[in-house]
Nanobody
Framework: QVQLVESGGGLVQPGGSLRLSCAAS????????MGWYRQAPGKQRELVAR?????????ADTVKGRFTIAIARDNAKDTVALQMNSLKPEDTAVYSC?????????WGQGIQVTVSS
């Protein structure tokens, strides 16, 4: 079982930056990959970025070059951060952290990110 606690998010003007963090605890040694999805009103949920256990990263085409995912590890928890730069209004969504471990998905509570002037 993996527990996820998210932080960050909020309101930012177009062109601004935000940083999301997701602290994973529990069975973190069994995590295959973790990252962030987002869902905007009226749209399907989409994968934003993920990091695989060996360090490989994947990004949605819409965020490549603007968003960066990174992981910090210690004995008790892994923390995945999503640095979001050059934000656009179309990045507005609820962002949810996930972890995939032992064929199970774990989710954070979701964080609102709003990009608006």
């Amino acid at each position: 079982q993996v527990q996820l606690v998210e932080s960050g998010g909020g309101l930012v003007q177009p062109g601004g930056s935000l940083r999301l963090s997701c602290a994973a605890s529990g069975s973190i040694s069994s995590i295959d990959h973790m990252g962030w999805y987002r869902q905007a009103p009226g749209k399907q949920r989409e994968l934003v970025a993920r990091i695989i256990s060996e360090g490989t990263t994947n990004y949605a085409d819409t965020v490549k070059g603007r968003f960066t995912i990174a992981i910090a590890r210690d004995n008790a928890k892994d923390t995945v951060a999503l640095q979001m730069n050059s934000l656009k209004p179309e990045d507005t969504a609820v962002y949810s952290c996930y972890a995939y471990a032992r064929a199970r998905w774990s989710w954070g509570q979701g964080i609102q990110v709003t990009v608006s002037s």
